[in-house]
């Protein structure tokens, strides 16, 4: 049974830190991408980073850039997502999803090309 899960969210006030985390099994890891998305209430889904579990290369989204920093553990098939510089603006459910690395367009968050999506972790940022 494929499985992610996440953890690591919460309440934090602007400028702070958290640390996302997405543990997987179920699943070759090293084919796999593990990308993070978000959505706010009101808002479309939006394509926060991803990394290449086999060649450790990283994408991220304009508006996290500089601020987050995605990374693998692939010898414990987990994904994590160090959140700095929070803004209130970064306030959304967090989604970790996984997609077969030749099957994903490089460089875009396509949400329909990850076959595997975890329950997803609130993320609050206060002013």
């Known amino acids: 049974e494929v499985q992610l899960v996440e953890s690591g969210g919460g309440l934090v006030q602007a400028g702070g830190s958290l640390r996302l985390s997405c543990a997987a099994s179920?699943?070759?890891?090293?084919?796999?991408?593990i990308g993070w998305f978000r959505q706010a209430p009101g808002k479309e889904r939006e394509g926060v980073s991803c990394?290449?579990?086999?060649?450790?290369?990283?994408v991220y989204g304009d508006s996290v850039k500089g601020r987050f920093t995605i990374s693998s553990d692939n010898a414990k098939n987990t994904v994590s997502l160090q959140m700095n510089s929070l803004k209130p603006g970064d306030t959304a459910v967090y989604y970790c999803a996984a997609g077969i690395q030749k099957d994903l367009t490089y460089g875009r968050f396509n949400w329909w090309e990850y076959d595997y999506w975890g329950q997803g972790t609130q993320v609050t940022v206060s002013s």
């Open positions: 179920g699943f070759t890891f090293d084919d796999y991408a």
């Open positions: 990394i290449s579990s086999g060649d450790g290369s990283t």
